[in-house]
């Protein structure tokens, strides 16, 4: 009987130790887009947001999914967003995507892959900026695919012009010190265009709310859950019922 009972003690234990180092190693992602019809001075725009949260980090995923865009209005230079824990500052520790330019005719050069040149704006709003814009910054804006391997329809804002963009998809990594447990993302809100930095006068007209898709449950209570159903087998298995 009391061999019984360490055993039962034991596989609490277990189940306990389990749960503390799921929820260290837990990830939640969160998912944003624009929404149908969503436009930026009247100019059709499609982009894609994911926050994948796990600790302190914050893995941001850009991609600007509108294909041969006309202007400058449907590049991405910013994304807004608030934590449901409330931190509202923290470091940008890293980011990436590939730089290109768009030339004159509409044809393109791809250029090396390294930091984006963004920056992460503390307390704005409530929240959090990323943002290309009032950094030094606003010729790194993401833009969309080609569309038969061509710009064919970008005006003089894009194609010849001395900007570089980044090509379809940025990462960044943020570290936000203190974070507390799982918190969600919300009121997200992409600025497209490069004359919206919180530091000009912001044009409504090229801010476009997120609109959350996909929120997968965390791994943690899965793995809870796995815990209590040993836990329960154990108790079935050394305890039947008549």
Known sequence: MLLRSQAVFLLILMLVAGFATANADAQTTFTFGTPVGATSRGEPVDALATFAIQGDTIT?????????????????GGIDFNLSSGQTWGALTSSSAQRMKILQNGSFVMGNTGATGWQLRDSFQGGLQLTALDFGAGDTMLIGPPAGGTYSDANHSIAGHHRSFLDQTATFVLTIPCLKGLPAITDVTFL??????????????????????????????????????????????????A
């Not at 040993?230 to 298995?237: G, M, N, V």
């Open 60 to 76: 941001v995923t850009l991609t600007n999914l509108e294909a041969n865009p006309t202007s400058t209005a449907q590049a991405l």
């Open 192 to 241: 497209f265009d490069n004359t919206n930095g919180s530091h000009r006068q912001r044009d409504p007209g090229t801010n476009v709310p997120g609109d959350p898709s996909v929120t997968p449950e965390p791994a943690t209570m899965l793995l809870f859950g796995s815990g209590l159903a040993a836990l329960a087998a154990f108790r079935r298995k050394h305890h039947p019922t």
